[in-house]
């Protein structure tokens, strides 16, 4: 039985502070966590660590930072610097077919929309596990135990078997530092690269300011005039009225209880 | 056998000239900096002279990241009231091959260190380097950096880890550190529109101004600067760490002093702030240099206290990127020759002392002391000044006084007296003369 190969998506993207000035560009926290797990994972299971990025030349800091860390073999899917997400994951699937896990990170730094991971599980019709805050690789076997975050601060646990794609933030794990020596030889290892499956469809150049995704927030309960009192906030605009008082703690109590009550919010 | 040939600690001005010499010389070269890629550590705001280069990188103004070339050289003179100022502008400045230059240190490294990668030099950055492996002999074998397995060992290591060098201390070649010999350079950089900056300093296109101010340090010893880039200035101050100290002064507000000074505010007004930095520089000249040669190291740029700060010159990339190269030279010939001790790395101190490096310094030897002196600071300019006030003031109906009464009246008024004049005077005149 050959060695599972374990992929780390890498995207190389401008720091936010400078936009404009690629010697600040990088990996984001969130890829290189990936390709943190990918490595633990790869030492887990006696595996392959594959680096794989997908842009211009440019795009190959990346993957020689993943070389210096410990990755066995870096490809550049040769493609343009902006594309749609569902293409990037198709070039990546090009890569990752066979693979026994595919380690992404959450999002990127360039305001990302974190749906290559979602796409790319679709593409290797693998399992997903997206949005990741912790990992667990169980031992033994080849199963890894994650935490999800979801909606509303609740957490969903998952045992999850390859193939799989994980999709992890920045926090679940700080990338090791490079040895010397293998930096050394990274600024001269050998990138694979290899062409987009289908030709790309570029990005639309984004001109408008950057505008967060609307919430989706549910109507408040209660009766219209509920509604009002939260909207308006007409407890506090009564509370801000206040008095100052000097009581012992009990009738100190009996006080502030009185006081809610007549505000409304002890109202059963 | 050595892992490689040199050793370039510091991907500054000196340590990117010197792996452009070592690399182009057929030696394996590695250049370790500290930071993201070289220039990002760097908070340099000032006048950059490359003549140096004509010989490295030919045409070097043709790709060179400039912000402005300066055309106009003003040395200005401050009282709290008063500014008297020596402008000097020769279009000549503006056109090939150039004199000064003010540029965005951050680019210039980053250039200076893609000449010393295509050379040939391996550049391996945001590594630091924490120490020098040493044989039993005492001689510098490599370095050990921060990394993991970050051990490496070179025939020669080239320390240019700037001012403050803890390779030099490391090695023994500062026999001792004084915080008199230093100043605290500190600058803010202002955002304004290029065609402001164009009209307030009467320049066009990417012709520049240097300012150099005596006086205006909140009564600190030092001087303060400023300069024009495309559309931002750098405006500074440089103070003696020791009287600082003693004053409990504050650079942040002496900055702010300079700037309300009526002779600067106009120039300044309505720049955004856009960054602020501070960073010692090493201004005692050959007073406080090290040696720079040692058995398997060389030390150049400010880490061997390179820097001329003259009053009327201000100093020190060109030093570092000559000294630099010669480093890189010597390295060379030492590797050719198989003599890696310090008679084999001789020819680095040869180098700096047949050409400007040194001969510039010896010279200048008395000029950091004579201008950080508190007649310089205080007395004089105060005293120039009242005599330029009296000198061009109409004071009808009372006739024009003689130059000679005006100057002895205001030598007194100011409390100078006559010999440490002359004293002044001669080392001034044997310094610049």
Not at chain 1, 199 to 220: G, I, N, T
Not at chain 2, 48 to 64: F, M, Q, T
Not at chain 2, 350 to 376: G, M
Not at chain 2, 388 to 394: H, L
Request: hydrophobic residues 45%; contains cysteine; neutral net charge.
């Amino acid at each position: 039985m050959s060695s599972p190969i374990i992929i780390a998506c890498l995207k190389w993207v401008a720091h936010p502070g400078e936009p404009h000035d690629e010697r600040f560009a990088g990996a984001s926290p969130a890829d290189r966590a990936a390709l943190e797990l990918a490595l633990q994972q790869a030492k887990e299971l006696g595996g392959t660590v594959t680096a794989v990025t997908v842009g211009p030349p440019a795009t190959e800091t990346v993957l020689r930072d993943a070389v210096a860390a410990g990755a066995d073999r870096a490809v550049r899917v040769d493609g343009p610097a902006a594309m749609l997400s569902s293409d990037v994951a198709a070039g990546i699937a090009g890569v990752a077919e066979g693979a026994a896990w595919v380690w992404c990170g959450d999002y990127s730094l360039d305001r990302g929309t974190g749906s290559v991971p979602a796409f790319l599980a679709a593409a290797l019709g693998a399992q997903q596990a997206l949005g990741v805050i912790d990992v667990q690789f169980a031992a033994p076997g080849p199963a890894a135990r994650v935490t999800r975050r979801l909606d509303g601060g609740r957490r969903e646990v998952l045992d999850v078997t390859g193939p799989a794609v994980v999709s992890v933030e920045g926090a679940v794990a700080d990338l090791r530092r490079a040895g010397l020596g293998a930096l050394r030889v990274a600024t001269s290892a050998s990138i694979d690269v290899v062409p987009l499956r289908s030709p790309a469809r570029r990005l639309k150049a984004v001109v408008q300011p950057y505008r967060p995704r609307a919430m989706a927030l549910a109507a408040p309960d209660g009766s219209p005039l509920e509604r009002l009192r939260l909207l308006t906030d007409a407890a506090a605009a009564t509370a801000a009225r206040g008095e100052t008082v000097t009581l012992a703690p009990p009738d100190a109590a009996a006080r502030i209880v009185a006081a809610l009550r007549g505000w409304g919010y002890l109202d059963s | 056998m050595t892992d490689v040939d040199v050793i370039v600690v510091g991907g500054g001005p000196a340590g990117s000239c010197a792996a452009i010499t070592a690399a182009r010389a057929g030696l394996d070269v590695v250049l370790i900096e500290r930071g993201p890629f070289p220039g990002s550590k760097n908070m340099y705001g000032g006048v950059v002279y490359p003549r140096i280069l004509d010989g490295l990188i030919p045409n070097w103004w043709e790709e060179a990241p400039v912000q402005r070339w300066v055309t106009r050289r003003s040395t200005m003179l401050l009282t709290p009231t008063q500014a008297l100022t020596v402008d000097f502008r020769s279009q000549a400045w503006g056109a090939p091959p150039y004199n000064g230059a003010t540029a965005y240190r951050p680019d210039w490294d980053h250039w200076l260190a893609g000449h010393a990668e295509a050379a040939g030099a391996q550049l391996i950055t945001s590594t630091v380097v924490t120490g020098l492996l040493r044989a039993p002999s005492g001689a510098v074998t490599g370095v050990r950096t921060d990394r993991p397995d970050g051990d490496l060992t070179a025939k020669v290591v080239i320390a240019c880890d700037g001012v403050n060098s803890f390779l030099a201390k490391e090695a023994g070649l500062y026999e001792h550190t004084d915080a008199k010999h230093f100043t605290l350079g500190v600058k803010e950089t202002l955002a304004l529109p290029k065609e402001v900056i164009d009209e307030r300093f009467a320049v066009r296109d990417n012709h520049g101004v240097d300012i150099e101010i005596l006086g205006g340090t909140g009564g600190v010893n030092g001087g303060g600067f400023l300069y024009t880039n495309l559309e931002t200035l750098a405006i500074g101050v440089v103070l003696k760490l020791t009287k600082l100290g003693a004053q409990k002064a504050r650079p942040e507000e002496i900055i702010a002093g300079l700037k309300r000074h009526p002779a600067i505010a106009p120039l300044v007004q309505d720049g955004e702030l856009k960054e602020y930095s501070a960073h010692v520089i090493p201004e005692a000249g050959l007073t406080m240099m090290p040696k720079m040669i040692a058995d398997g190291l060389l030390v150049a740029g400010d880490a061997a206290a390179l820097c001329l700060a003259a009053g009327i010159w201000l100093e020190g990339v060109n030093f570092a990127m000559a000294s630099g190269m010669y480093a890189g030279e010597a390295a060379a010939e030492a590797v050719r020759a198989g003599d890696l001790t310090a008679v084999g790395l001789a020819g680095y101190q040869r180098r700096l002392s047949d050409t400007f490096v040194l001969k510039d310094h010896r010279r200048l030897k008395r000029a950091p002391e004579l201008v950080l002196s508190d007649r310089v600071q205080h007395l004089y300019p105060q005293m120039i000044a009242n005599v330029a006030e009296r000198m061009f003031r109409v004071d009808n109906p009372d006739p024009k006084p003689g130059l000679r009464r005006i100057l002895a009246q205001e030598r007194k008024r100011a409390g100078v007296r006559r010999r440490d004049l002359a004293r002044d005077g001669w080392i001034g005149f044997r310094s610049f003369g």
